[in-house]
């Protein structure tokens, strides 16, 4: 039997020293996340409580939960997990949530600083290819060859 060659990824990030106190701030947000997320639907819920089936049942009930997903945030990721609201009638009246938009996956400071580290590095790269330009021609007429 041959000896496998693939390598299994760790990935780097992960081996690094573990700061508690940004575990907990995590661990945290994560927990009032999914405490306001819950309280949003049943505030939802509880609008719709009004409106009945045939039967006499809810047509709106909670209906599990939507596949978890990570949201990077900018203390790292957040694990969430939305609740699923369904609608037994013919209205087709839909949950989504205010704090969690449905495809979400960075907050809204990470998509802004992204493009603007982007943008700094693009700009550090044309100043030092400026400086540098300026630098050969500064030395081409203090030092003609």
């Known amino acids: 039997m041959r000896e496998s060659n693939i390598i299994d990824y760790q990935n780097p990030s992960q081996n690094l020293v573990t700061d508690v106190l940004s575990e907990f701030l995590r661990e945290s947000a994560q927990k009032m996340l999914q405490l306001a997320i819950e309280e949003e639907v049943q505030n939802f819920i509880s609008s719709y409580q009004d409106k009945l089936l045939i039967n006499g049942s809810r047509q709106v009930v909670r209906n599990g939960y939507l596949p978890e997903r990570n949201i990077q945030t900018g203390i790292g990721e957040v694990a969430i997990k939305v609740p699923r609201v369904r609608d037994r009638g013919k209205e087709d009246i839909k949950f ?8 979400m996956r960075r907050t809204v400071t990470i998509d802004v600083l992204l ?15 400026v400086l540098n330009l300026y630098w050969v021609a500064s030395q081409r007429i203090y030092h003609p060859m």
């Open 96 to 103: 989504s949530s205010n704090l969690i938009p449905q495809y």
């Open 115 to 129: 493009p603007l580290l982007y943008l700094k590095e693009y700009l550090l790269r044309i100043l030092l290819i």
